[in-house]
């Protein structure tokens, strides 16, 4: 499987999911508008650790959304969410919708 990209997260296919639960399907949410990066329809679980999500797809595919990107089929597997960062003369920092 390749990385999967929707604005500035990024599915990265890992070989098992780690961490403990968490009770929601929100991957990002934006800090300027609110949107949200999350998982709308299939059957999925949502994991944290260390300050890294994790998100395993039990259903064939999972559709992840947000309010301005085009929604995308999340195959079955196990995945390492990513925030896209970038650098400025202050430091890194991550990018928000």
Do not use: C
Request: proline content about 5%; overall charge negative.
């Amino acid at each position: 499987m390749q990385a999967i990209r929707q604005g500035d997260v990024i599915l990265l296919p890992i070989q098992e999911v780690t961490g403990e639960m968490i009770p929601h399907l929100t991957l990002a949410e934006g800090e300027v508008t609110g949107h949200k990066h999350r998982i709308t329809k299939g059957e999925a679980q949502l994991f944290n650790k260390d300050g890294t999500l994790y998100l395993r797809v039990l259903s064939e595919t999972a559709l992840l959304t947000h309010e301005e990107h085009q929604a995308i089929p999340i195959p079955q597997g196990h995945w390492m969410v990513k925030i896209q960062r970038e650098y400025e003369p202050e430091g890194w920092r991550y990018v928000a919708d």
